[in-house]
């Protein structure tokens, strides 16, 4: 596959800390679209840097609603949809220039490693996500605090890794999970018990939740062989799920007063 066959997509708001890495992963690409939502640190000065990149400034309502915009302002047939602190490795940047231009396969799923202070771990909650994709046949729908991309037509999955190496401060880490988790436990109370996924079964519970992330991370993704970065991303992890009980908490208690 052509470079001029691909645009990388990305959102930011506020990724001085992420985006440069994730652009020096992209070197290969003619053309990258870039959805602003106004950031106000040195993002827009790190992205007008580079030649190849066409910024765009959107006011945020939602993930979904951003990334469908960004799919109207690109031209090529397949679109690389990718978080700002998405980094492409080598392998898999090899293996997208190997794949065939001409194919019956609509979009291609990636496997990921997540990253505590560029440290690769051994295991990940992150499951695997469609990233590369035909324009035509895709469109963007929200999933609680994520959103998710519906493409048409046969998948297949790569066998190269991206690295999630999100190296924002702790604070801001912090707001935006508060922030995620609001949104997390209004779709889980919202949701018909029958529709709710196992995972979100057990969050529902709020208790579980905590310490089956913290034996799932150490021990059955093999957390605690990657030393103290592993400890880092398990505690991340519990604290998630614990901001989620307490807003979940929160929520069930409104509801009541509003009866």
């Keep these: 596959m052509l470079p001029s066959d691909i645009t990388p997509l990305i959102l930011t708001y506020n990724e001085a800390p992420n985006i440069r890495r994730t652009l020096e992963s992209l070197t290969w690409a003619k053309s990258i679209v870039v959805i602003d939502s106004f950031s106000t640190d040195e993002t827009l000065e790190i992205l007008h840097s580079y030649s190849q990149i066409q910024v765009f400034q959107r006011k945020f309502d939602s993930f979904a609603s951003q990334c469908n915009y960004g799919l109207g302002k690109i031209a090529s047939e397949w679109v690389l949809s990718l978080d700002a602190d998405y980094v492409l490795t080598d392998e898999l940047i090899n293996e997208i220039k190997t794949l065939p231009t001409e194919s019956d396969v609509d979009s291609y799923s990636v496997r990921f490693k997540y990253c505590i202070f560029g440290k690769p771990l051994r295991g990940t909650l992150l499951p695997p996500r469609k990233?590369?994709?035909?324009?035509?046949?895709?469109?963007?729908?929200?999933?609680?605090?994520?959103h998710r991309v519906c493409v048409e037509g046969k998948s297949?999955?790569?066998?190269?890794?991206?690295?999630?190496?999100?190296?924002?401060?702790?604070?801001?880490?912090?707001?935006?999970?508060?922030?995620?988790?609001?949104?997390?436990?209004?779709?889980?109370?919202?949701?018909?018990?029958?529709?709710?996924?196992?995972?979100?079964?057990?969050?529902?519970?709020?208790?579980?939740?905590?310490?089956?992330?913290?034996?799932?991370?150490?021990?059955?993704?093999?957390?605690?062989?990657?030393?103290?970065?592993?400890?880092?991303?398990?505690?991340?992890?519990?604290?998630?799920?614990i901001l989620l009980a307490i807003r979940l908490f929160e929520y069930e208690k409104i509801q009541k007063i509003d009866m």
């Design 131 to 146: 990233v590369l994709y035909k324009k035509q046949k895709a469109i963007y729908k929200d999933d609680g605090h994520a």
């Design 156 to 241: 297949s999955t790569l066998s190269a890794y991206i690295h999630h190496d999100d190296r924002k401060p702790l604070s801001r880490w912090l707001w935006a999970q508060d922030r995620y988790m609001v949104i997390e436990a209004k779709k889980i109370i919202e949701t018909p018990e029958s529709e709710l996924s196992f995972s979100d079964r057990i969050r529902k519970q709020k208790i579980l939740a905590p310490l089956i992330i913290l034996i799932y991370c150490l021990i059955l993704k093999g957390g605690i062989l990657d030393g103290w970065h592993g400890w880092y991303y398990a505690l991340q992890r519990v604290l998630a799920e």
